[in-house]
């Protein structure tokens, strides 16, 4: 799948959609959902323009994987959400819902968030 310039993602990217960001280094920029399924819920995505994880793991150079990793724990540690705990979530395609074709991970914590599966 080509990657699509007018996604959502890339128009924050570009500042063409405002965000409120909670943090950005070279390579990550990560912010606030609009749509929060928990207190602290933060979309994290690379700058490049990577489709989904597959893409993302197998194009991406060494540092830009290490800086969206270490990201989810330095915006965990800020929010305070490391001792109690927080999720990780990465969707990947149709059967999984990914909804925007911009790899992206959610940072969900602040509460308790149940089970993952049923």
Do not use: T, W
């Amino acid at each position: 799948m080509a990657y699509d310039q007018n996604n959502i993602f890339a128009k924050i990217l570009r500042g063409e959609i405002p965000c409120e960001k909670v943090f950005e280094n070279e390579h990550v920029l990560a912010f606030n959902d609009i749509a929060r399924k928990a207190p602290v819920h933060i979309l994290i995505i690379p700058k490049g323009a990577y489709v989904s994880s597959a893409d993302f793991y197998e194009k991406a150079s060494a540092d830009e994987i290490v800086a969206l990793n270490r990201a989810i724990g330095e915006i965990a540690k800020e929010k305070g959400i490391v001792e109690s705990g927080y999720r990780v979530i990465s969707n990947h395609a149709a059967h999984a819902h990914q909804e925007v074709p911009h790899y992206h991970v959610h940072l969900l914590g602040g509460a308790d968030l149940g089970a993952c599966f049923n």
